[in-house]
């Protein structure tokens, strides 16, 4: 009992407070420095735990599937909306899968208004306004254009093309008189 009461005359004689009052403020500050210390983790241990809570598995993207010549059309089948697709975005008519990053242009994501059309006037112009929503680069000032061929040169890096834009699908057919036959995508022929 000696040392207790060493101890304790020892804290009111230091601190001119209380022995409870003393434990009540010390156990305070540890907790203070236990929340504090937790708002200021490394970016390991953060990425770890937001990782946990977050996201219960690696979704695994698919391969990019090679779709050669669409349509705008057929293009908008392509925008996020059936999750068993992947998402792709064309640029100057050269469309590129853009899956990989579905958190940017998936559904709910920021540039998810880009995905399934070409939206190249947009990029160049920097705009999020429907109206520019558009492959039509024509009007575009060469500060702009050269904007757009620095989005390009950036999907070209990151993205593997996929595909092209074409105005419609056509398919050559040689006939006995060695002349050509296009037949459009609506049914009709011409020579």
């Not at 690696?58 to 090679?66: H, I, L, R, S, T």
């Not at 002349?179 to 011409?190: L, R, T």
Request: with cysteine; net charge negative.
């Amino acid at each position: 009992m000696g040392f207790y009461s060493t101890a304790m005359d020892a804290v009111m004689e230091y601190t001119g407070l209380s022995p409870a009052g003393f434990f009540t403020i010390l156990a305070l500050m540890v907790v203070v420095y236990k929340m504090v210390c937790g708002m200021f983790v490394g970016p390991e241990e953060f990425d770890q735990k937001h990782r946990e809570i977050t996201m219960p598995g690696p979704a695994a993207v698919p391969e990019p599937v090679q779709l050669g010549d669409v349509t705008e059309e057929e293009l908008r089948a392509y925008d996020g909306s059936d999750p068993r697709k992947p998402l792709l975005m064309a640029i100057k008519g050269q469309i590129y899968d853009v899956s990989r990053s579905r958190m940017f242009y998936g559904p709910g994501g920021p540039y998810a208004m880009f995905t399934g059309r070409d939206p190249s006037r947009a990029l160049a112009l920097m705009s999020f306004n429907r109206e520019d929503l558009t492959g039509n680069i024509e009007g575009l000032s060469s500060d702009e254009l050269e904007v757009l061929q620095d989005w390009e040169y950036k999907f070209m890096e990151k993205y593997e093309k996929v595909g092209r834009i074409v105005l419609e699908k056509s398919t050559n057919n040689n006939t006995e008189n060695g002349g050509n036959i296009k037949e459009k995508e609506n049914g009709a022929v011409e020579e």
